[in-house]
């Protein structure tokens, strides 16, 4: 399999404690913010605006939201849900309140996890207008009788939703799209691993000597964005891209996640698949447990070539929506393996589509250093790997087809085609 980047994983850690203390929703200064820093690093990035209000397919564009502060304080001037501390205090999408409650009412607009008493959820309420703080079970239980003072300072007003799309272009005008979103507050893995993922893949592809496919680059709100994206941009995507991946929870060092499309039959879950091949307890979700874009992008009539990729799957991590999703369980070698997984997609797309061997009959590979010079008997022929690639390479599968075909990761593939290509045994 291929190479770890240990350099490109401690990147991308780093990376990722930049963009923690910003207070990210759906819209907002969060979303601007976090897209500032992104152009810093992928020059060009360009950014769609949708105004509150505008209709995007069935969805309507929400008002802008914007928070300062906030926090609760008892009767004796001890605070506690302090934004300033955490920005998962809030709940997200919260409205204002500056209030006298006693304990009961308070209790009410305190949002926990019964079952993790120690954690602070992750807490949203997008569509539907409600006041609240989010607090570890533990400590709500333990808040003191008396009078509380809780203070949101927050703001609902007509603005705009906004997203990042950065085309890099290739010498052909097929695309690969990588997605991720930006909508999340402080949260390692279930936020910040997919938006430094793709910066370094952006990076990486960026400093290939030639291109030949073009790669789109997405950076939205989860659902609202890629929905409002798609409704500018559905004719254009229909027509180009070839497959795409939603990249999500890509962080820590537990299993790696296929999560299928709709029928699990395109290119991109082919491409996973053949990425994946031999990794340790590396699994494939049906579409059926779909959670991120992969809904909006396999949508029936959209029907576009898109998987999501993931290694702890989202809702099936115990930290995940919660404080616990930090960056101790994101690691730069959990973001360097899915690194190198997801570039040994790249790789294998800058390969000819469908590769064919140049000569007829088996070819004479002792000449060329690539047959053992010696024969004789053994279980496993040390060249039987190199002679399978080359006995499927007949113009008509795919080097994704060929993995499938012969039990192999894609990057040994990949590693193989190109030496193939290099002595001429490959178109």
């Excluded at 080097?399 to 192999?408: E, H, P, Q, S």
Aim: charged share 20%; aromatic share 10%; glycine share 8%.
């Amino acid at each position: 399999m291929e190479q770890l980047d240990q350099d490109a994983g401690a990147r991308m850690h780093d990376w990722a404690r930049d963009l923690w203390p910003i207070c990210r929703s759906i819209t907002g200064p969060g979303i601007r913010q976090t897209l500032d820093w992104l152009e810093t690093r992928l020059p060009g990035l360009q950014r769609h605006r949708f105004a509150t209000g505008e209709k995007v397919f069935d969805w309507t564009v929400p008002q802008e939201w914007t928070i300062r502060d906030a926090w609760i304080e008892h009767e004796s001037g001890q605070r506690f849900a302090e934004f300033s501390r955490t920005n998962l205090h809030v709940m997200g999408y919260s409205g204002p309140i500056d209030a006298e409650l006693d304990r009961a009412d308070l209790l009410s607009l305190i949002y926990t996890q019964a079952d993790q008493p120690d954690v602070i959820p992750y807490v949203t309420s997008y569509y539907t207008p409600r006041v609240g703080f989010c607090m570890a079970d533990a400590q709500k239980q333990t808040l003191p009788k008396g009078r509380y003072r809780a203070v949101i300072d927050s703001t609902l007003a007509d603005g705009e939703l906004v997203l990042g799309d950065l085309l890099i272009p290739g010498d052909i005008a097929e695309e690969v799209l990588f997605s991720t979103y930006i909508c999340h507050p402080s949260m390692a893995n279930n936020e910040l691993s997919g938006p430094v993922l793709a910066t370094a893949l952006a990076e990486y592809i960026r400093a290939l000597p030639r291109r030949r496919m073009s790669y789109r680059f997405l950076f939205l709100a989860e659902t609202i964005g890629a929905v409002a994206y798609l409704s500018r941009h559905l004719d254009h995507l229909k027509a180009h891209v070839q497959a795409g991946f939603v990249l999500s929870c890509v962080g820590d060092e537990r299993a790696f996640s296929h999560v299928e499309s709709r029928y699990g039959t395109t290119l991109a879950d082919k491409a996973l698949a053949a990425a994946l091949h031999g990794r340790d307890s590396a699994k494939r979700y049906s579409f059926l447990e779909r959670g991120s874009d992969e809904r909006q992008f396999c949508a029936p009539g959209v029907d576009l070539p898109v998987a999501g990729f993931c290694r702890s799957k989202y809702g099936t991590y115990p930290e995940y929506h919660t404080s616990a999703d930090d960056l101790t369980l994101v690691t730069p070698t959990g973001l360097g393996e899915s690194h190198a997984a997801m570039r040994s997609i790249v790789d294998a797309f800058e390969l000819p589509p469908a590769p064919h061997v140049t000569v007829l009959a088996e070819p004479q590979l002792g000449k060329r250093g690539l047959y053992p010079t010696l024969s004789r008997k053994q279980a496993i022929h040390p060249a039987r790997f190199r002679m399978n690639v080359i006995a499927y390479c007949d113009g008509t599968n795919s080097v994704f087809d060929i993995c499938a075909r012969i039990g192999a990761n894609l990057s040994d593939v990949v590693a193989e085609l190109r030496v193939l290509h290099e002595h001429g045994l490959i178109a």
